[in-house]
Structure formats: C-alpha cells, structure tokens
C-alpha cells in the first residue's frame, strides 16, 4: 500500500476540524482530502472553499458510503461519534474518530472489536499523545530513562470556563441538575489518562476519586441561555496501576491557566520526567528531567525527529500536535496496520477509567477494574 494516496472524508466542519483535523491532512502529500461533509450545508461549503477540498457535502451517509474513500475523521459534536464511526467501519474505513467514541465503554470496546475483525485501524483524538515532548519522554521512558515507574501525576486543566458566561458545550441541558453529570473527567480527563496508561506501561487496576461542581449556573451553547449546570468542573482521582506503579490525576474547566494546561509527571527507580504543555510565552510544551545523582531539573530540547515535517516549537499546539497525530495515523495505515497506537482499544481503556472514576464517585469507595462487560 505504500505507494498509494490515502483519500479522507471528513465529517464536521466546525472548530475543531477546521483548527486542527482539516490542517493536519492538508500537512501531509500521502492523502488527499475529497470530501467534507457537516450537516450544516454552508459550513460544508466554507471549509470547501478555504481549504481547497474539492466535494462539499450535508449527507454523512452518503460520503461514509463511498467506495472511493479509504479514511473516515470524525470531528462532530460527542454524541454521534459513536454512530459515524462505527456505521464507517461497516463501511470498511479505516477510522480517526475525536474523543469519546462513548460515553460507555463497553460500546468503545464493541467498535475497537469490529475494527479489528475487519482489519481496520483506528485513532482517537488523544492530541497530547503527539505532542513532541509528551512523544520525547516516552522514547526515554522506552530506553531505561525512568528505570521501574513508582508514581504518575497528571493534570488536563485550564481557566477556558471560570468565566460561566462562556458557552460550554460539554453538557447536556435536559440532565437532571439535581445529580452531578460528569463533564470536565470526560473532556479534558481522556488524554492525561491515555499518556499515564502510556508512560507507565499499564492500565488502572482500581480507582478512587471525587468531583465538584464550582460554578452552578452557566452559558450552554446548544441552548444560549444561562442554565443550572451540575456538572464536575474539577475531579481528582488516584489510583493504583496493574504494575505495582501509583497515580493522581486532575482535571478542570475553572484552574487558572492556560490551554493546554497538561502536565504529567513520571518517578521511577532511576529518573524523573516532566512535560508541561502549558503555552507561556509563545512555546507550548517543555520537558525537563532528573536523576538520582543530578536532582536538580535540567530543560532538554526536543529533538527535531519528533516534529512533523515544517514544525517547530513555536508553533500552535493544535496544529503541532494534531500534524504528528495525522503523520502517525497514515504511516500506520500505509505501512500495513502491525502499529497502531492510541486506537479504540486505548480509547476504551481510558473510558473504563472514567466509568471507574464516576462510580467511585457516586458510591463513595475504591472501585477495582476491568469493570464488568
Ligand atoms: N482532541 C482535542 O483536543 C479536541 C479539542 C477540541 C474539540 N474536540 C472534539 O471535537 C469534536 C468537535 O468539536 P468542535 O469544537 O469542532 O464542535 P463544533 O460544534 O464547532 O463542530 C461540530 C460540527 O459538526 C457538525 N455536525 C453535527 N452532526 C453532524 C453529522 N452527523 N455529520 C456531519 N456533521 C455534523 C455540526 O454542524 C458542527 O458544524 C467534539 O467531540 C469535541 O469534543 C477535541
């Protein structure tokens, strides 16, 4: 398959597609994107136009149908990730799909099955994973840098909905406001769960954690009105891996920072690692290190290897990370699939997580996993 031009369809031609899927594919000569489709026609016909995609369309369907595309990316809003996503794997398409697949992981489970009966390959939005830092510590990591990993901390916050006049859209307004639905776990929580998993070289045996509302009345975007919105604006839990390692994680909509707001810490026998993906003063992500007989943290440059092609440490986040996301994705896809990280599986791992964490919650105690399937 190496020598072939992978042909994408995207569905969604909001925010997110147009800052970073959309940028990403257009990045790299082995694809070419033939389709964008939104249900909103106009924006269909916009990204068209911007970004040079020859066929607008208003009918995901009909595009996850066509027998001429080897890729479906779904970019739309949560709740129907899950039904493109799998209705393009019946398709036979190889599948990048944004964070959750859903809400449910034993349904990310059943999609991560159906792609591997049909020999597809998959990708979630996990966007840190990619970034050249959090990639540069895992190659360390890999090497012996770390030695036994003892203890994981992660954090996914930033101050984007201190201010509740700001329209989220990670809620449901028909939930019952008197019972805490779980938001900032799930929207922000994924992706340091999914890098812990990966740094650590282990899922979450058991969990335990709590969360809390802080701001009870905000902007909702699906509605434009202020609303009673119980959601977890912070959570943090701890847990302990299946390897013996330990690990903290907390995330937020209301800790002032800025996007991205990672950072994920990693102890081992033999060093220590932080990567912070913090943009202050115009460089998004710094990775510094430890060891026993050097205590004191030293800044390393990432090397250039971990940069997609033309990037570089001043560059947007959400176009660096996405770029090596997309870079990696094509690769595996051309190079035969034996490779294929941060898949459903990864996606339904960490969703357990959330699962775990939600319970725990709810019935104040440890909760051990794999959860019942
Ligand atoms: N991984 C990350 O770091 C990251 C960052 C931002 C957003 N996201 C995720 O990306 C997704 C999209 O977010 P966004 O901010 O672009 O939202 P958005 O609302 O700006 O865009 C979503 C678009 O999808 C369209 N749409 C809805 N249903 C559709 C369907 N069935 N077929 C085709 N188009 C459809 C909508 O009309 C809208 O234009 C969300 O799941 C969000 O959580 C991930």
């Given at each position: 398959?190496?020598?072939?031009?992978l042909?994408?369809?995207?569905?969604?031609?909001?925010?997110?597609?147009?800052?970073?899927?959309?940028?990403?594919?257009?990045r790299?000569?082995?694809?070419k994107?033939?389709?964008?489709?939104?249900?909103?026609?106009?924006?269909?016909?916009?990204?068209?136009?911007?970004?040079?995609?020859?066929?607008?369309?208003?009918?995901?369907?009909?595009?996850?149908?066509?027998?001429?595309?080897?890729?479906?990316?779904?970019?739309?809003?949560?709740?129907?990730?899950?039904?493109?996503?799998?209705?393009?794997?019946?398709?036979?398409k190889?599948?990048?799909?944004?964070?959750?697949?859903?809400?449910?992981?034993?349904?990310?489970?059943?999609?991560?099955?159906?792609?591997?009966?049909?020999?597809?390959?998959?990708?979630?939005?996990?966007?840190?994973?990619?970034s050249?830092?959090?990639?540069?510590?895992?190659?360390?990591?890999?090497?012996?840098?770390?030695?036994?990993?003892?203890?994981?901390?992660?954090?996914?916050?930033?101050?984007q909905?201190?201010?509740?006049?700001?329209?989220?859209?990670?809620?449901?307004?028909?939930?019952?406001?008197?019972?805490?639905?779980v938001?900032s776990?799930?929207?922000?929580?994924?992706?340091?769960?999914?890098i812990?998993?990966?740094?650590?070289?282990?899922?979450?045996?058991?969990?335990?954690?709590t969360?809390?509302n802080?701001?009870?009345?905000?902007?909702?975007?699906?509605?434009?009105?202020?609303?009673?919105?119980?959601i977890?604006?912070?959570?943090?839990?701890?847990?302990?891996?299946?390897?013996?390692?330990?690990?903290?994680?907390?995330?937020s909509?209301v800790?002032?920072?800025?996007?991205?707001?990672?950072?994920?810490?990693?102890?081992?026998?033999?060093?220590?690692?932080?990567?912070?993906?913090?943009?202050?003063?115009?460089?998004?992500?710094?990775?510094?290190?430890?060891?026993?007989?050097?205590?004191?943290?030293?800044?390393?440059?990432?090397?250039?290897?971990?940069?997609?092609?033309?990037?570089h440490?001043?560059?947007?986040?959400?176009?660096?990370?996405?770029?090596?996301?997309?870079?990696?994705?094509?690769?595996?896809?051309?190079?035969?699939?034996?490779?294929?990280?941060?898949?459903?599986?990864?996606?339904?791992?960490?969703q357990?997580?959330?699962?775990?964490?939600?319970?725990?919650?709810?019935?104040?105690?440890?909760?051990?996993?794999?959860?019942?399937?």
């Amino acid at each position: 398959m190496a020598d072939r031009t992978l042909r994408v369809g995207v569905l969604g031609a909001g925010t997110w597609a147009r800052g970073a899927h959309i940028p990403g594919w257009l990045r790299d000569p082995r694809c070419k994107v033939v389709a964008v489709c939104d249900v909103d026609p106009a924006k269909a016909r916009d990204a068209a136009r911007h970004f040079d995609i020859p066929e607008p369309a208003d009918d995901w369907k009909a595009v996850v149908s066509r027998p001429d595309l080897d890729v479906i990316d779904v970019v739309t809003p949560s709740h129907t990730h899950h039904e493109l996503a799998v209705a393009a794997l019946e398709a036979g398409k190889h599948v990048l799909c944004e964070k959750p697949v859903a809400y449910d992981f034993r349904d990310t489970w059943r999609a991560a099955a159906l792609a591997r009966r049909k020999g597809l390959l998959t990708k979630l939005g996990f966007t840190f994973r990619y970034s050249p830092g959090v990639g540069y510590a895992k190659s360390l990591i890999d090497e012996g840098f770390v030695g036994t990993p003892f203890v994981f901390n992660g954090y996914e916050q930033n101050s984007q909905w201190l201010d509740p006049q700001t329209p989220l859209r990670q809620v449901d307004p028909a939930a019952d406001p008197s019972v805490l639905q779980v938001s900032s776990l799930e929207g922000y929580g994924a992706p340091i769960i999914d890098i812990g998993h990966w740094w650590v070289g282990a899922a979450y045996a058991r969990v335990v954690g709590t969360m809390r509302n802080f701001i009870p009345d905000r902007m909702v975007r699906a509605t434009g009105r202020m609303m009673r919105m119980n959601i977890d604006d912070g959570t943090v839990f701890i847990g302990e891996y299946a390897n013996g390692a330990i690990g903290s994680i907390q995330t937020s909509y209301v800790t002032i920072g800025n996007y991205p707001g990672i950072e994920a810490r990693i102890y081992g026998s033999r060093g220590a690692i932080i990567c912070r993906l913090v943009e202050e003063g115009g460089v998004a992500e710094t990775i510094r290190v430890a060891t026993p007989s050097q205590v004191e943290f030293t800044s390393l440059e990432i090397p250039q290897r971990f940069y997609p092609a033309g990037g570089h440490p001043r560059e947007s986040w959400r176009s660096l990370f996405y770029a090596n996301l997309i870079k990696d994705f094509i690769g595996e896809i051309l190079d035969g699939g034996d490779r294929n990280q941060g898949n459903f599986e990864d996606g339904a791992r960490v969703q357990e997580v959330i699962n775990a964490v939600e319970r725990s919650f709810r019935e104040r105690r440890w909760v051990d996993l794999p959860l019942e399937r």
